[in-house]
Structures are given as structure tokens and as C-alpha cells.
Nanobody
């Protein structure tokens, strides 16, 4: 089992920056991929960024060049640095991890981009 706890969401003005973090804990032998999804009101949950144990990354086209995902394997923690934020980035951001190829989700953290 993997428990994921997010932190760092909040309110930021357009053009601003924010970093969210997610720490994994529990009894597991390995975590393959970690990453972030987001869900805006009335919309489906979409992938934002994923990073593997080997640091390979994949980003949604809408965030390329603005968001950076990183990972500390020793701490089982994943980070998402979000720059040049836009109102359309407003959503609940969910941490994701796969352990033994089974998906796990955090409880979500709200990111609101508004002036």
C-alpha cells in the first residue's frame, strides 16, 4: 500500500509561480512512476506530468515549457514547479504513483490562478 500526501497548493496571480509536493509512504517495495494529474470543475482528470524512477519525463502539451517535474527517489517525493501560471491552470491537482504497476492517488490539492 502507498499513501500519498500533497502539499503546496494555494492561490496565485496569473504569471506567478507555485510548487506542489507529494510524499509517498507506506509498505511498498518500489515505486515506478510518480506524477501529477489535474481536474477542473466539470472536466475529466488529465495528466499534467509524469516522471519515472530513471527520471524520464512526460508533460501535457499545455504545460510544456512552464511546468517542471522532479523527483527525489530517496525521499519518495515528487515535485511540480509551476511557472507562468494561467487562469486555465486552476484545478485540483492530484498526485499519482504506481507501485508494482498498481495506481495510487493523493487526496488532491487546490491550485487557483486568479487576480
Amino acid at each position: 500500500q502507498v499513501q500519498l500526501v500533497e502539499s503546496g497548493g494555494g492561490l496565485v496571480q496569473p504569471g506567478g509561480s507555485l510548487r506542489v509536493s507529494c510524499a509517498a509512504s507506506g509498505s511498498f517495495s518500489r515505486i515506478e512512476a510518480m506524477g501529477w494529474y489535474r481536474q477542473a470543475p466539470g472536466k475529466q482528470r488529465d495528466m499534467v506530468a509524469i516522471i519515472t524512477t530513471g527520471a524520464s519525463t512526460n508533460y501535457a502539451d499545455s504545460v510544456k515549457g512552464r511546468f517542471t517535474i522532479s523527483r527525489d527517489n530517496a525521499k519518495n517525493t515528487v515535485y511540480l514547479q509551476m511557472n507562468s501560471l494561467k487562469p486555465e491552470d486552476t484545478a485540483v491537482y492530484y498526485c499519482y504513483a504506481s507501485s508494482n504497476w498498481r495506481p495510487y492517488w493523493g487526496q488532491g490539492t487546490q491550485v487557483t490562478v486568479s487576480s
